[in-house]
């Protein structure tokens, strides 16, 4: 009978801890991050789309936080619906979406590392998910700059040419005047009749 009893507990014991599993994996199974890609590499000054899809229960709490070797800083953090809020180094360049996505435009160099979003659902629950991102030095930025300077020569020659045409202008003005005032006997020869 005692023995009974005691077996009985220990299956109450099982069950309880069977439920209490079942709820924790329930809790952590809750909150799901669908990315399609987690490793991006893009150019200097072009955006970068993190997609994702978070599903749970309730309203998530997106909170997204950049790190490098060097730095750890947080991006922003938003509710779906609720609120947005976007740290001041990046307002201008983070656009946030209501599945968990984040736009960051005009890529810089310093913008390559990881990339994490964790997201809580209402019961305090919470899931990382990592995204790696290399921003690339463009080619055409040299090109670019080569193309500016041969700009600023152009104009240069532009502007030389016209100064040696003005110049060249003024001197045969100069030589006429000249010739003009070298002859004055015949300028008031000829102005004498009137
Ligand atoms: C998230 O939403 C954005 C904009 O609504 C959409 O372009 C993107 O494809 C979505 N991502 C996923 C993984 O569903
Ligand atoms: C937004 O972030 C700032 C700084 O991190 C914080 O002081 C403020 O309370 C936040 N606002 C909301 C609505 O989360």
Redesign the pocket.
């Known amino acids: 009978m005692l023995m009974l009893h005691y077996r009985l507990w220990d299956i109450h014991d099982v069950a309880v801890l069977f439920c209490f599993m079942l709820y924790m994996c329930h809790r952590a199974e809750a909150i799901t991050i669908q990315s399609p890609q987690r490793s991006l590499t893009q150019s200097v000054q072009e955006d970068v789309f993190f997609s994702m899809n978070v599903t749970c229960n309730g309203t998530p709490t997106i909170q997204w936080t950049f790190m490098s070797s060097t730095v750890s800083r947080?991006i922003g953090?938003w509710q779906p619906g609720a609120?947005i809020?976007i740290?001041a180094d990046y307002t201008s360049r983070v656009e946030a979406h209501d599945n968990g996505s984040m736009v960051l435009s005009d890529l810089r160099l310093q913008d390559t590392g990881y990339y994490v979003v964790t997201v809580t659902d209402k019961t305090g629950g919470s899931k990382d998910a990592g995204f790696v991102l290399k921003v690339n030095e463009v080619l055409y930025e040299d090109l670019q700059y080569l193309s500016v300077s041969a700009l600023a020569l152009g104009c240069l020659a532009a502007i030389l040419m016209l100064a040696i045409w003005l110049l060249d202008k003024a001197y045969t003005k100069i030589v006429a005047w000249r010739r003009r005032k070298e002859m004055p006997a015949n300028d008031a020869t000829e102005l004498q009749p009137l």
Do not use: L, R, S
Request: no cysteine.
């Open positions: 947080a953090i609120f809020n740290t």
